[in-house]
């Protein structure tokens, strides 16, 4: 997902910084979201489309609800379609979802906030969410299928460990699967579980970066995982992804990939090519 | 088709447009003008002072002083921006108000009117870019005993009508 920082997004609304507070007190929208340093961050999406609403609206309150119904739109029609069990509708939202956006974008702004947003309205218990969840991942598979061969030179290791299709955290993780194996670098998962024979693995894959990816798994396998690699290759660069509060010891050279898996494929492949300094874990984290 | 002589088809010219006043431009929340008082270029319609309204265009007989209660409607006579004071008048946010039918808020309250849609017909033709400023006598949709006089014309740059309320 694209973000502006508040200086970007104001300039591209012609307004000031203090303007698009004051719109985000009234009007709650554009919403941002704040980085680790607590700096607004804005989604492109909803910035572009409060522009559009307002180059032809009749007062801001009502360019912000063309600006809402504009975004929601997709995300309403896919939520409404896997919330009733009509997958050939969710397959249809989706076909017209990519007509208006790159794939890259169709999964992050329409398929990942349909899907937080089942779970958020029927709970990750129900039967809505087992079919839902597994629909998204399973869309994302066959997206990832026709990715054309890897063309370009590295690769990356994904340790998958989310819990299983139903782990909140899957279909994200399944996301940067696609999006990093869209930029022509291999890309190969394995479950953090599976950890016997990695050496194996990380010989013939020679991976450039490991992301270890998901929450589910605890600190210990993850800690055993990541010396398998280590054994086995030495020293690469480690990354995680959705794995929440991380804690890391006071040694650890780790980066923290950014939640939206656009930018975290960005991220990895600067990290790849080994333009990115790891983010040095100075203290525990308190949380 | 064949044409006889120079008289069967020519071009003639449109219908002169009726001449339009002088305009002022105002912020559709606080009614400020904008520095210099000029029309706002596209993508730059936000209000520098309040930050809260679109810069519209209106004749200047009609548009409204900062302080006067006004609200704007579009075609459909959607309900889309109300001045602050408009806000305390009705009793209602303008983000509440908003997508509501202006009938929904005021009413004609005119003995005189020809009928008992005149104030929708004022506000379909000020909308549909008619001109004229017009007046009419309304009242809150809610309230008896209580009448303002009203203009209504049209603003733009996206058509719609203004109704600036008189609050003597």
Redesign the interface.
């Known amino acids: 997902m694209r973000t502006l920082k508040t200086s970007e997004a104001a300039g591209m609304?012609?307004?000031?910084a203090?303007?698009l507070r004051?719109?985000e007190r009234?009007?709650d929208y554009p919403k941002p979201q704040r980085t680790a340093g607590k700096h607004r961050v804005y989604v492109h999406g909803e910035v572009a489309a409060l522009?559009d609403a307002?180059?032809?609206?009749?007062?801001?309150?009502?360019?912000v609800?063309r600006a809402r119904e504009s975004l929601r739109s997709d995300t309403h029609i896919l939520v409404g379609a896997l919330a009733s069990f009509e997958i050939e509708r969710a397959d249809g939202a989706m076909e017209a979802a990519l007509a208006m956006r790159s794939v890259e974008r169709t999964v992050e702004e329409v398929l990942l906030p349909s899907v937080a947003e089942l779970a958020r309205r029927s709970g990750t218990d129900s039967a809505a969410w087992a079919i839902g969840s597994r629909w998204a991942i399973e869309w994302i598979r066959r997206a990832h299928r026709m990715t054309p061969p890897p063309v370009r030179p590295g690769a990356i290791l994904i340790v998958d460990a989310t819990a299983d299709e139903l782990d909140p955290d899957a279909t994200t993780v399944r996301a940067l699967e696609l999006f990093t194996g869209r930029t022509g670098i291999r890309v190969t998962s394995v479950p953090v579980a599976n950890h016997s024979g990695v050496a194996d693995l990380v010989e013939s894959l020679r991976p450039g970066v490991v992301v270890l990816a998901g929450r589910h798994a605890n600190d210990e396998s993850i800690a055993r995982f990541a010396y398998a690699v280590r054994a086995a290759a030495g020293s690469l660069p480690l990354a995680f992804f959705h794995r929440g509060d991380a804690e890391v010891s006071r040694t650890s050279a780790v980066h923290q990939l950014p939640v939206s898996p656009s930018e975290a494929t960005a991220q990895a492949l600067a990290l790849l090519d080994g333009h990115a300094a790891p983010v040095r874990f100075t203290e525990r984290s308190s949380s | 088709m064949s044409t006889h002589g120079s008289s069967a088809l020519r071009i003639i010219g449109s219908p002169a447009p009726a001449a339009a006043g002088p305009r002022a431009v105002f912020c559709g929340h606080c009614a400020k003008t904008p520095p210099g008082g000029v029309a706002p270029e596209v993508g730059s319609r936000v209000c520098v002072s309040c930050g809260l309204g679109l810069l519209l265009e209106a004749p200047e007989a009609l548009a409204p002083k900062p302080r006067d209660a006004f609200l704007v409607v579009d075609r459909s006579l959607s309900v889309h921006a109300l001045s602050k004071r408009a806000e305390k008048l009705l009793g209602l946010r303008e983000i509440d108000a908003l997508d509501k039918r202006i009938t929904d808020l005021l009413v004609g309250a005119d003995a005189e009117a020809a009928g008992p849609h005149h104030l929708s017909a004022l506000l379909v033709a000020a909308a549909a870019g008619a001109d004229d400023v017009t007046e009419a006598v309304v009242r809150p949709a809610d309230e008896f005993g209580v009448r303002f006089a009203a203009r209504i014309g049209p603003c733009g740059p996206t058509p719609g009508a203004l109704v600036v309320l008189d609050l003597g």
Not at chain 1, 54 to 63: F, Q
Request: hydrophobic share 40%; glycine share 4%.
């Open positions: 609304l012609n307004v000031s203090n303007t004051a719109w009234r009007f522009r307002l180059r032809d609206g009749l007062s801001i309150s009502s360019a609800s």
